[in-house]
Every structure is written in C-alpha cells, then in structure tokens.
C-alpha cells in the first residue's frame, strides 16, 4: 500500500506547493519588522554598510578601513555589499536573514529526497527546527553555510552514477564557497560525504574487492578539501590561534582548557537548541510531538532510517559533551552540534504513513506547530520597531565621528548573572535583542562604537587609529556600574573603560531602567540628554 507522506507522479506539482507555501509561512516575521530581532545582525549590518561605503565616504572612512583576508567566514561580507548597489541595506540584509531561514530547509528535503529515493513531506516538517537558537542569534554564515552543505551533499548522492571528475569537480567548488560561509560548515560538509560514501562502499561489502573500493571512495573524497585546506592553512585562524603552533600537548592543553571553560549546565540544555524559539510551551510541544511520532512508528517497524546520515547523526550527539564551547577563537561551537543534528533528524528519517485518519492528525499536528511557532516569533518580531524607534530617538543627537561608550545595566546583583556571565544558560534562555542596536550608530550616524566586529581572524573590517585604541573586535557590553570605577574583572571584559571620560564624547546605556539610581548616572561625569525603554544618552563632561 502506498504511504500518504511519499509523492508520485503528477503530485510531485503538490508537493512542491506545499514546499513553497511553507517558506511563504516561515518568511512572513522577516516582513513584520525592519530589523529583524536577531542578536547579532545589527552589528554585521553595520559591518555590511562601512564595505558598501567605503571607499567613497571619507568621513567613515576616518573611523574604519577594509582589509581583505583569507578567512572563512565571510560569505554575506563578500555577497551582501554587491547586492547593495542594487537593494538598499536593510531589504538585502532580510535577503540573507531569509536564505539563512531556508537554505537548510531546502538542503534537508533535498538530501532526504537523494538518500531515500522519493520526494517526501515528511522532510518538510523540518520546518520545526527553521527557527532554532543559532538562528536567533544571527549566525547567518554558518546557517547558509550550512544549507549550502546539505544541498551539495544531495547533489553528490544524486550523481552517484555520474563520472567520477564531474562529482569531484563539483564537490570541489561546493567546498570551496562553503569554506567561505564557515569552517564548521564545510567540515560538516565533509563529514556528510564520508557517511554517504562508507555507506555506499557497506552496501557492495559482498563484492571479492569491496574493502579497496571504499578505501578508494575515502581517498577520492579528499580531493575536493584540497584547495580548503591549503585556504585554512594560509588563514590567519590557523595561525593566531593560541593552541597553534606549539606541538601536541600544547594544543591538548588549549583544547581540555576550554573544554573544562564551558558554562556549566549549557551542555544539557543545548540539546532543544533546535527547537529553542521565544516560548518553552510551544519548543517543548515540537519536541514531544517528533518524539512520539518517530517512536510510535519505530516501534511499529515503519521508520526508515537512512543508515549514512544516522551515523553521522549519533555521531554528532556523541562528540557533543567533548566539544568546547569556545576554540579556534569562535564561541559557541559546541552548540552547534545538535542543531546539525536537528537538521539530520529529519534528513535521514522516513515513517511510513498510511493513508487514513492517523496520517490526516499528524499533518494536521505538524502544521498547527509550525504555524503556531511561526505566530509566536512574528509577535515578538512585530513588537520590536517600537524598540528601535525608541532606540532612534535617544541616539538622534549623535554626530559623524564621535565616540560612544554603550553599557548596560546590571540586572541581577547574582554574580552568575548575564552581566557576569554572559554565555551562562540564563544568556541562552532569555537572549537580548537590543544588545546590538548600537551597531545603528553607525549606520546612520557614522559614530563609532567599541563593540564593531572587526576580528581579523574573521572580518576584513578594519578600525583605524585613534579608534583602534578603544575598540573590542568582539566583547559584551559593560555593566553600568563599572562606569564609576572599573574592577579587574570588568576591566577584562572592556578594557577601554580605564580613563573613560578623556576617551568617549557620549555614554549611552541600555535598559535604563533597571539602574539602581536611574537616569541620574553619575551626574559629576555625565549630564542625562535623552531617554527612552531601550536606552538612554549622557554626554561625557570634559
């Protein structure tokens, strides 16, 4: 009998509609907000505008340059300002926030389609995990880059019969723009090929000669890493990176160093990073509802599992407690684990559904999530141009050249609080949006603020002297109450604030409201110009 979820025929044009009218779905909170409320992507709008600017805006130009590295994460920095001669900054940016949203999505139906053979709605219902807490957090590269790395993957399997300099040829120019997107993208890439060729080579294992030919499968696959490789290799994250350069125990050191450095109770809870949006209820009923689906139909014998991608998926869960939150200079790497895994879930799984009542509840179900999950975020994000208006107002006064100090109020006296600890699972469960809006300062009033990623490591943004003596290429806000008097603690996290008056023209705090002693901060140093819910601007006395 043939399942309800497997497409044949002429309702491959169905599926296809169902296909699009689920992205229609997912993108409909991109069109609700101007900026969309993702943590990081203020700051890499920023970063788009200075290259799309410069070098024709002497003004910026006083503030920030452009070098250009050999560095792998740089695949909106180098697409995205091009785009802008044509789209203006803030639609090509929710360009990139969309292809980050559907690329994986795209990449998981194609991949399920090449491994099992069929077209299928099961992988559509991947659309669970489209907003998950990497998403949120703006990594666009590494989303894209990963999407990239699930339709190669797809494209590889489906030339399985094709010659073998064409799969290699095109492999080799996959892996290439994906090293560009992200390091951990293309690695993942390469993992998926190694799973779909030792798969391929266990199926022939009856042959007399099996054994040379998946050797000679494995052999094969590092011809398309070659020119990756040699990129990494002459990448100055392979040669700044504290662990580098200074023989194996040294690198064994780094690496235990930060694994014992991670935040505690981060491992257990990143494990809904795939599901995790802005509602516990809704994240936990996705969870439970792919968990007793997939086990009903286990227990049942009709799920199929795709024996190349299960591997790769159990072995993703295994590394996950050993993977340090922060290496190579990159943080969250650890968490990305599950959501690859999230992503291969529904990849490399296919129950068996019998036309009928159970088949018509569980579309039902599995369209009710995600349209609620989808309804939750677009309320959330439909409320956030009021924080930016807010936001724009207070800052208005803000001239091209100045230099502005952003803090942000201490919300819990607990030392483990954000403030303190800002990668602790608190962070994770209740993600600042606004943290990044300072990033507009330069966009639209061409002011400089600390906190512009400028990593050499991983953005050819360059801030030029005097400037560079007071920029953090990566960093958190400061908490307020360092203003008064900087400990070592704090002055590790923001070095600029030793001497802060003689340095910075305005200070601008975040969440106002929550400082103790409210907008009169300091009155001896700053006078209160404006404020607003979302921040509030003092002018440094001199």
């Not at 699009?20 to 970063?47: Q, S």
């Not at 999505?105 to 389609?113: E, F, K, Q, S, Y």
């Not at 969870?287 to 998926?313: D, N």
């Not at 030392?415 to 990044?436: C, F, G, I």
Request: proline share 7%.
């Amino acid at each position: 009998m043939q399942d309800m979820i497997t497409v044949r025929g002429a309702n491959a044009a169905t599926w296809w509609s169902v296909f699009v009218a689920l992205i229609a779905v997912l993108l409909v909170p991109i069109f609700l907000t101007e900026i969309p409320p993702l943590l990081d992507y203020p700051n890499h709008l920023a970063r788009m505008d200075i290259l799309a600017r410069l070098p024709g805006d002497t003004a910026l130009a006083k503030i920030y340059g452009v070098h250009w590295r050999i560095v792998p994460n740089i695949g909106i920095d180098l697409a995205m300002p091009a785009l802008m001669h044509v789209v203006p900054l803030m639609i090509s940016g929710k360009i990139f926030v969309g292809l980050a949203l559907i690329l994986p999505l795209a990449g998981v139906a194609a991949l399920h389609r090449s491994v099992f053979g069929r077209l299928s709605y099961w992988p559509l219902a991947a659309g669970l995990v489209a907003y998950n807490r990497l998403f949120f957090s703006g990594f666009l590269n590494f989303l894209i880059g990963v999407g990239l790395a699930l339709l190669a993957a797809a494209l590889w399997r489906s030339m399985q019969e094709r010659s073998t300099l064409l799969k290699i040829s095109a492999a080799a120019v996959a892996a290439i723009v994906i090293f560009f997107c992200h390091l951990i993208a293309v690695a993942f890439f390469g993992l998926l090929l190694l799973s779909l060729e030792t798969s391929r080579a266990w199926q022939l294992r009856r042959q007399a000669d099996w054994l040379s030919k998946m050797l000679k499968r494995v052999a094969l696959l590092t011809l398309p890493f070659v020119v990756p490789a040699v990129l990494y290799l002459r990448a100055p994250i392979s040669a700044d990176d504290p662990a580098g350069g200074h023989g194996i125990v040294d690198v064994l050191k780094h690496y235990y160093w930060a694994l014992s450095a991670s935040p505690d109770g981060l491992k257990l809870y990143g494990l809904m990073g795939p599901f995790l949006t802005y509602d516990r209820l809704l994240d936990s009923g996705a969870v439970i509802l792919v968990a007793v689906v997939m086990t009903v139909f286990a227990i049942e014998h009709r799920l199929q599992i795709a024996p190349s991608l299960a591997g790769l998926f159990v072995g993703l869960l295994a590394i996950y407690p050993f993977v340090p939150f922060f290496l190579m200079q990159t943080a969250w790497v650890d968490q990305r684990m599950p959501i690859l895994a999230g992503y291969l879930l529904f990849a490399g799984t296919f129950p068996i559904v019998r036309p009928g009542r159970t088949a018509q509840l569980i579309v039902v179900a599995f369209a009710v999530a995600i349209a609620a999950r989808t309804f939750d975020v677009g309320r959330v994000w439909a409320a956030h141009d009021a924080q930016i208006a807010d936001f724009r107002r207070v800052v208005r006064l803000v001239q091209p050249g100045e230099r502005v100090l952003v803090v942000q109020a201490e919300r819990n006296a607990d030392p483990k609080a954000m403030v303190n600890r800002p990668d602790s699972v608190r962070a994770m469960r209740y993600n600042d949006s606004t943290m990044h809006l300072p990033a507009l300062l330069v966009i639209e009033h061409g002011a400089f603020w600390p906190l512009l990623f400028t990593a050499p490591t991983k953005q050819p943004v360059r801030v030029m002297p005097p400037y560079d003596a007071l920029s953090l290429p990566e960093g958190e806000l400061p908490w307020a109450g360092g203003l008064a008097g900087p400990d070592p603690a704090t002055l590790k996290w923001a070095p600029y604030l030793l001497g802060w008056q003689e340095k910075f023209d305005w200070v601008l705090v975040m969440h106002p409201s929550e400082i103790a002693e409210g907008y009169r901060l300091l009155p001896d140093r700053l006078d209160p110009v404006e404020a607003g819910q979302v921040a509030a601007l003092y002018r440094v006395k001199k």
